[in-house]
């Protein structure tokens, strides 16, 4: 007779054996995710009138990309043992609020881009006023989505990402590192300590909120947020250094916008700074301490750690 022991190594072989023949795999559980991500977002905004305000910000919203925002939001909250139908109001508030910055973002005052993945941007479809317009109706919508879609979840835990989520895109956040953005535009003294604020709260407030919004919902303890924090804002500056170098070496047409815009610009990146081989050291470093932030989450934790490798290693 198999002792209870036995059947618990006998267990654990099992699952090994089971982990070697089908190991994690990135591309399909970002494909899956993606897939889930794109019917919620088409659901949450659906045609009314008046019909062109609705459509330029459906435009922006469905245009594509990867979707990588909410996807950190659904996988947090799994690893903190949440399920993916609690949190996807606020991934889909977190696309929406992500879309508001881009379309804001490539407006002739701001960055005057004509296209934003592989589309004409929004002002070039719809007129300058409507794409300020259609920004400003995703991001007070984003709220109302969290405040009025989100079940299963205490009311407490819900004010605290409405709470995080307004941070993250306001003047502490995202406006704040866009304003330091447009101010050192043309400025060939821009400073590390400078490029790091810009880069932390233009972008990386973003990606914090979505991280850890994910484990607030699934009532993560402060431990694990503050783990799950770092390994945020880690891959945020990864993310933008990588970004940085891609605008240098990447073509339009990989980009799905235009190519080397900084260097137009006269704007400060990483690699002016740096050099590309720096930064790229510098990216895959942050990247290895970001993993090494979620040691104690184990296996729960393997999709952020594939996430974490997939930003350095994107080609667009």
Aim: charged share 25%.
């Amino acid at each position: 007779m198999t002792s209870t022991k036995d059947q618990k190594t006998l267990s654990t072989a099992q699952v090994h054996s089971l982990q070697r023949e089908a190991p994690f795999d990135l591309s399909t559980y970002l494909a899956e995710r993606q897939a889930q991500v794109e019917a919620a977002l088409d659901s949450s905004l659906p045609l009314t009138y008046p019909e062109k305000i609705y459509e330029s910000m459906r435009y922006s919203l469905l245009a594509g990309g990867k979707r990588l925002r909410p996807i950190l939001c659904l996988a947090t909250c799994e690893l903190a043992g949440g399920t993916i139908e609690m949190a996807m109001p606020t991934a889909c508030a977190l696309e929406m609020i992500h879309t508001m910055s881009l379309i804001h973002d490539d407006l002739p005052a701001m960055d005057n881009d004509d296209y934003r993945r592989g589309k004409l941007t929004n002002h070039k479809v719809y007129g300058e006023d409507i794409a300020i317009l259609a920004g400003d109706g995703l991001l007070a919508y984003a709220f109302e989505y969290v405040a009025k879609e989100t079940k299963g979840v205490p009311a407490e835990q819900v004010l605290q990402v409405i709470a995080r989520l307004g941070r993250a895109v306001g003047a502490a956040g995202l406006v704040g590192g866009q304003v330091v953005d447009l101010e050192c535009e043309g400025k060939l003294d821009t400073s590390l300590e400078t490029l790091n604020f810009i880069h932390t709260h233009k972008t990386g407030a973003l990606l914090e909120a979505c991280v850890v919004c994910g484990a607030v919902l699934a009532g993560a303890e402060a431990a694990d947020l503050q783990r799950l924090s770092r390994y945020a804002q880690n891959i945020g500056l990864a993310f933008q250094i990588v970004d940085d170098i891609l605008d240098i070496t990447a073509t339009q047409e990989e980009l799905g916008k235009t190519a080397g815009k900084d260097v137009q610009a006269q704007k400060a990146t990483y690699p002016r700074l740096w050099g590309l081989e720096q930064s790229q050291r510098q990216a895959q470093q942050l990247v290895d301490e970001a993993k090494a932030e979620l040691a104690s989450f184990e296996e729960r934790a393997i999709p952020l750690m594939a996430i974490a490798d997939f930003i350095t290693n994107r080609t667009h």
